[in-house]
C-alpha cells in the first residue's frame, strides 16, 4: 500500500488551463474602469543636489497631476528593513533613476508629453559606485562610513590553526550584477474608494509587505488598505521589495487625482530601475595540513548594497551563514560587511547571498587542491560535513546529505574518469572539461524569522474548501502544491480544494513566498489547518452521535465512530447544513522554528538543509573564448518531493539560470551610475540552445519540520552551478577564474596574461 495518496504524484497544475488559454490575467491584462496612467520621474545623475524641479507653463498642468516629495500626502519612507529609501527623492538624490517626481494623466501619451516638459535642475555630485571606493569616506551615500550593516562570527582557534598550518592559502573572489529577468515587467494598480480605503493590485512576492508599506507611509489603519495579487509572471526576488515601491507611487497618484492609476513599466524602465543580486568580493584565506584537512577558515565577504538598505541586511545574513560551505572547519572567523554606493539599491535574488559565498569557498577549494596537486573531489571528500557537525554559527547539524549527494553526483557523471581524460586532451581549438561543486541552502527565513512571522493559514468551508493563503504563485506551482498538502492531510483530490489568490481583506498573512519557505513552512501550516478543521469535525459529530470526541478517530482520509465512517467532505457538508459555513486556522508549532541569536550571531540558524551537488562539463573555444556547457548532472537532498515534476522543474530553472549568472549575463555600471544594458539586446540569458544536455535526480530524506516532510527548495539550484562550470573551464584551460560571469573577454584576458595559468 502507498505511503501516500496525492504526496509524490504529479496532478496538472490547477492554474494550468487559463495561463495555457490566456485566459489569466495579469496586471496589464485587468480592465479597470476609469483608470489613469501613471509614471515616475526618474534622476538622470547617480548623485546630486536638487536645485529645482521645473514645470513648463507652456503645458496645461490641469490635465494631469504632479506629485513630488514637498507636495508628498504622506510619510516619505517606503517600509522595508529599515525605513531610510524615501518615496521620492528631495533635496537630493543618490542613485541614477531614482524617482524625483510623479505624474498621472488619462493615457501614456498624455503622461510622457508631461515628462517632457519637466526640466530638473541638479547639481552634480561626485558619485562612487564600488565598495573600495565607499570604504574610503569621501563621498558619503549612507549614515557616516556607508557601512549598511556588518557582522561577525568566530568559533574556535583561528591564530592557532595558522600557526600550526602546513600550507597557507589565500585568495580574492568577486561576483558581479545578476537581472532576475522575470517574464512580467513590474506593474501595480491603486483604486481609491469612497470610504476612504485604498485597493492595490499587482505582480507581487509579498501582499502583506506592500500593505504594511502602505499603512506605514500613508497612516492607514491596515482594514482600509487592501492588497490582491493576481496572477504573477515571474519573480525570483526581484517583486520582493520593490512593488512595494511602485504601490505607493500608485496610492498617491490616485489618493490625488481620485482616480485609479496603474504603473508599468517597459522593460527598458525595469532593467535600469530595479534591484539586481548584490555583486560581491571575499578574500579568504586557510589553514591547511598536507594531507588536505583544513583546519582554518578566515573570510572578509563584502556586498554592494547600492544606495540603500533595502532587503540587503537578510542578503548579507544568509551569505555569512552559507560562505564557509558544505565542510567541517573548526576554527572560523567570517566577517562581513554590506557597503552603500551610488549604484540602484541591490536586492533579492534566488539564493540571496549564498551563491555569492559559495561561489566563493567552491573556488578556493579549488585553490587548495591545486595547492596539494590534490583531485578538488578529494579534497572535498576530506572535509565534507557530516551529522552531528557543527557550522560556524555553533548549530549542531543533523538531516546532513553533503557526501551522499557528492558521491552520486560523481559516480552518475563519471567525474574521475573524464577530469583525467581532459586534461590530457588539451589540443585544438575547442577543448572540454568538467567541474563539480557541492552546496546548500538553509529552508525558510535566517534564525528566528519564522517564529517572529506569525505564519497562519485559513481554511473556509461553505459547500467548498477554500484554503487561504499570502503566498503567491509566481510559476513555480505553489498554489497546486499547497492544496496538494491539504487534500493528502484531508483524504481529498488536491481539485476539491479551492485556493483563490492572496487577499489581505479575505486571507490571512501567512508570510511572503521567499527564501524557500513556502512549501516547507507554510505547507506545514497548511497540515496544522487541516488538523483543526479535522478537531473541528471531531466536535462536531462527538456531540451529534452523542459520544465523547475522543471516540471519533481520523485514519486514512475518514472519521470513524463505532460502526459509522464519514469522509471529510461528508463530514463538512453535514456540518455545513447543520449550523452554516465554518473557518478553521494553523499556525507554525513552536518547535518548528528556529532559535537564533542575531546579535552574536549564534545557534540554530535554519531547522532543516537541502543538500546539491552538480558536475558541469564544458566545451571552450579557445580561438573565439566561448565557453559552451555540453553535460551537468544534478543530484539534490530534498526531503520529499510533493509534486516530481515541478521539483525538476525548479532544479533545472534554478540550475540553468545559475549558468547564465557565471558565464554569459554581464551586467556592470557605467560611469554614470545606470546599468549597461536598457534592452534585452543587451544582456545575454541562456536560451534552449545554451543550455547543456543534463540529468536530474534527487533524493528524499524527510525532515521533521516541513510538510511530509519537505525542505526548502526554491533557491537551491542557485547556488553551485557557478563554481562547477568555472572549475571546468580551469581542467579544459589550465586557466584559474576568480570573477564571474566569466565572459569570453575576461577568459580572452586571462589565458593572454596567465599562459594557462593566473594562480
Not at 541586511?313 to 544568509?318: F, I, L, S, T
Not at 455545513?576 to 550571531?601: I, Q
Request: proline letters at 5%; aromatic letters at 8%; glycine letters at 10%.
Amino acid at each position: 500500500m502507498p505511503e501516500f495518496n496525492v504526496i509524490g504524484t504529479s496532478p496538472a497544475r490547477l492554474d494550468g488551463r487559463e495561463k495555457v488559454t490566456g485566459e489569466a490575467q495579469f496586471i496589464a491584462d485587468r480592465a479597470i474602469p476609469g483608470c489613469w496612467v501613471g509614471a515616475p520621474l526618474p534622476s538622470p545623475v547617480a548623485h546630486g543636489r536638487i536645485r529645482a524641479i521645473v514645470r513648463d507653463p507652456d503645458f496645461d498642468w490641469s490635465r494631469v497631476v504632479f506629485v513630488d516629495a514637498a507636495s508628498l500626502p504622506c510619510r516619505n519612507f517606503v517600509h522595508m528593513v529599515r525605513d531610510d529609501l524615501p518615496i521620492l527623492a528631495g533635496e537630493k538624490v543618490t542613485f541614477a533613476t531614482q524617482a524625483v517626481a510623479l505624474v498621472a494623466g488619462p493615457d501614456r501619451a498624455t503622461v510622457d508629453e508631461a515628462l517632457r516638459h519637466i526640466r530638473l535642475d541638479i547639481e552634480p555630485l561626485e558619485a562612487v559606485f564600488t565598495v573600495d571606493e565607499a570604504l574610503k569616506k569621501e563621498v558619503l551615500v549612507w549614515g557616516e562610513d556607508n557601512v549598511i550593516d556588518e557582522y561577525r562570527i568566530d568559533r574556535g582557534d583561528v591564530a592557532r590553526a595558522f600557526a600550526e598550518a602546513d600550507l597557507v592559502v589565500e585568495g580574492n573572489y568577486a561576483t558581479g550584477l545578476h537581472e532576475q529577468l522575470y517574464l512580467e515587467n513590474q506593474g501595480m494598480a491603486a483604486i481609491p474608494h469612497d470610504d476612504g480605503s485604498l485597493e492595490i493590485l499587482g505582480s507581487m512576492q509579498c501582499p502583506y509587505y506592500v500593505q504594511g508599506a502602505l499603512v506605514q507611509a500613508l497612516e492607514m489603519a491596515p482594514e482600509k488598505v487592501r492588497v490582491r495579487a493576481g496572477h504573477l509572471g515571474g519573480g525570483f526576488g526581484g517583486k520582493e521589495d520593490y512593488p512595494s515601491v511602485m504601490a505607493l507611487w500608485a496610492a498617491v497618484l490616485a489618493l490625488r487625482s481620485g482616480h485609479p492609476v496603474r504603473i508599468l513599466f517597459e522593460r527598458g524602465e525595469d532593467l535600469q530601475s530595479t534591484p539586481k543580486r548584490h555583486p560581491s568580493t571575499t578574500h579568504i584565506r586557510t589553514a591547511v595540513r598536507r594531507d588536505g584537512t583544513v583546519t582554518g577558515l578566515e573570510i572578509e565577504l563584502r556586498f554592494n548594497g547600492g544606495a540603500f538598505t533595502t532587503l540587503s541586511r537578510v542578503v548579507q545574513q544568509r551569505g555569512m551563514l552559507h560562505c564557509q560551505g558544505a565542510y567541517n572547519i573548526p576554527n572560523v572567523a567570517i566577517h562581513s560587511l554590506t557597503v552603500a554606493t551610488n549604484m540602484v539599491p541591490s536586492g533579492a535574488y534566488r539564493g540571496f547571498g549564498a551563491p555569492q559565498g559559495l561561489f566563493a569557498i567552491e573556488r578556493h577549494m579549488d585553490r587548495i587542491a591545486d595547492a596539494l596537486a590534490m583531485d578538488p573531489l578529494d579534497l572535498r571528500l576530506k572535509n565534507i560535513v557530516a551529522e552531528g557537525d557543527r557550522f560556524p554559527c555553533g548549530q549542531k547539524l543533523k538531516g546532513v546529505f553533503a557526501r551522499q549527494v557528492l558521491e552520486r553526483v560523481v559516480e552518475r557523471s563519471d567525474y574521475r574518469r573524464k577530469r583525467a581524460l581532459y586534461a590530457r586532451s588539451g589540443e585544438g581549438p575547442v577543448r572540454r572539461g568538467i567541474g563539480l561543486s557541492v552546496a546548500f541552502h538553509g529552508g525558510g527565513f535566517t534564525g528566528a524569522g519564522e517564529a517572529t512571522m506569525g505564519t497562519v493559514v485559513r481554511i473556509d468551508y461553505d459547500g467548498t474548501f477554500s484554503l487561504h493563503v499570502s503566498s503567491t504563485d509566481m510559476g513555480q506551482g505553489a498554489l497546486t502544491v499547497l492544496p496538494m498538502i491539504a487534500a493528502e492531510a484531508l483524504g481529498l483530490r488536491p481539485e476539491e480544494i479551492r485556493a483563490p489568490g492572496p487577499d489581505s481583506a479575505v486571507g490571512p498573512n501567512s508570510g511572503p513566498t521567499v527564501a524557500s519557505r513556502t512549501t516547507m513552512y507554510v505547507g506545514r501550516v497548511v497540515t496544522e489547518a487541516c488538523s483543526s478543521l479535522i478537531d473541528e469535525l471531531r466536535s462536531f459529530l462527538a456531540e451529534r452521535e452523542k459520544v465523547s470526541p475522543g471516540a471519533i478517530a481520523f485514519a486514512r482520509g475518514a472519521l470513524h465512530c463505532r460502526t459509522r465512517s464519514w469522509t471529510v467532505a461528508q463530514a463538512a457538508r453535514a456540518r455545513y447544513e447543520s449550523s452554516g459555513a465554518f473557518s478553521v486556522e494553523g499556525r507554525l508549532p513552536t518547535e518548528a522554528a528556529a532559535v537564533f541569536d542575531l546579535e552574536k550571531f549564534e545557534g540554530e540558524a535554519y531547522k532543516a538543509y537541502a543538500w546539491i551537488a552538480q558536475a558541469v562539463e564544458v566545451d571552450v573555444d579557445v580561438d573565439t573564448y566561448e565557453i559552451q556547457p555540453v553535460e551537468a548532472t544534478v543530484v539534490a537532498e530534498i526531503g520529499r518531493a510533493i509534486h516530481p515534476v515541478l521539483v525538476e522543474g525548479q532544479i533545472a530553472g534554478g540550475f540553468l539560470q545559475a549558468l547564465g549568472w557565471s558565464h554569459i549575463e554581464d551586467l556592470t555600471v557605467t560611469p554614470e551610475g545606470r546599468f549597461s544594458a536598457d534592452q534585452l539586446n543587451g544582456y545575454l540569458i541562456p536560451t534552449t540552445l545554451d543550455r547543456p544536455r543534463w540529468e536530474i535526480s534527487f533524493m528524499e530524506e524527510p525532515c521533521d519540520v516541513g510538510a511530509f516532510g519537505a525542505k526548502g527548495l526554491g533557491e537551491l539550484p542557485m547556488n553551485g552551478a557557478a563554481p562547477a562550470l568555472v572549475s571546468a573551464v580551469e581542467n579544459a584551460t589550465g586557466v584559474f577564474a576568480t570573477e564571474i560571469p566569466l565572459t569570453g573577454e575576461r577568459l580572452f584576458r586571462l589565458m593572454e596574461t596567465s599562459g594557462g595559468t593566473n594562480r
